[in-house]
């Protein structure tokens, strides 16, 4: 049975509440957004998501997340094709972004 | 940090999700050009393949020479609530330029040349208006690297074909 049926979850498949995550839920995440595993680059933008979150309240920016995660943003949309900003969020646990950018 | 009144999902997810847009930027005021990046920016974001054609005065957001000096409008636009004979002050268009830069910074929204870099690094692609680029007498090394090619507006239709188009 796979822990993440058993978490609360957005219609948009968000957690509801960040203190359900764990890293076994981080892989079912991904697999369901179609990535099929984490690497370590992918694990530094997730843990970057997911600390900014925690310390702030929102999720960084596009810009924010290209220039301090440690990935660039043309790294970041190989790892993330559908949207690195909105699925490390997922990955991470974390409500969906809120801004534009 | 400011709480959105509301920022859940739309209330029905449409049943044909927008899969590609072609925005042409036909302007090249600071408030005609940003609405277009925020647009690419955020098709990318959301996953949606993204075309930016830069036509007419557009192009100079994508222009070397020009492309870090882009002003707001500050005569013959009402939306500044200010008197026209002072929107024609010298020195007025760089002052609320400024400010509205400084607004945009705190949004974490980039200038415009790095923003049209991270465009361009999400993966859209960027085109200039081969009409425009001849009337002007530009050619190719007057435009940022990131600039794909000079395109007709042929290949343009072609190129948007199966998405939608914006027009700013």
Not at chain 1, 82 to 101: D, E, F, Q, V, W
Not at chain 2, 28 to 41: H, Q, T, W
Not at chain 2, 79 to 104: D, E, I, N, R, Y
Request: some cysteine.
């Amino acid at each position: 049975m796979p822990v993440l049926t058993a978490v609360a979850r957005t219609p948009e498949g968000f957690l509801e509440n960040v203190g359900d995550w764990d890293k076994e839920l981080a892989l079912e995440l991904a697999v369901e957004s179609g990535i099929p595993t984490l690497t370590d680059r992918h694990w530094l933008v997730v843990d970057y998501m997911r600390t900014t979150f925690l310390a702030k309240g929102d999720g960084p920016t596009i810009r924010t997340l290209g220039k301090e995660s440690g990935v660039a943003i043309k790294e970041l949309y190989l790892l993330f094709p559908k949207g690195p900003a909105k699925l490390a969020a997922k990955i991470a646990g974390i409500p969906k972004p809120h801004g534009c950018i | 940090m400011t709480t959105p009144l509301s920022h859940g999902a739309p209330a029905a997810v449409a049943d044909t999700p927008i899969t590609k847009v072609s925005i042409i930027v036909s302007k090249g005021s600071l408030e005609g050009i940003y609405p277009a990046l925020i647009l690419a920016n955020g098709a990318r974001m959301e996953g949606i393949e993204a075309n930016v054609f830069f036509t007419f005065f557009g192009m100079d957001a994508i222009n070397k020479a020009r492309h870090d000096h882009i002003k707001v409008a500050t005569v013959g636009n009402p939306g500044l609530h200010l008197a026209t004979w002072l929107g024609g002050f010298p020195g007025m268009s760089s002052l609320v330029t400024a400010q509205m830069s400084k607004s945009m910074e705190k949004l974490d929204i980039p200038p415009i040349p790095e923003f049209i870099e991270m465009i361009a690094d999400s993966g859209a692609k960027l085109y200039a208006c081969k009409a425009s680029v001849e009337m002007f007498d530009l050619d190719r090394k007057d435009f940022i690297d990131q600039v794909d090619s000079i395109i007709t507006v042929g290949d343009f239709y072609q190129m948007a074909g199966g998405g939608q188009i914006i027009f700013t």
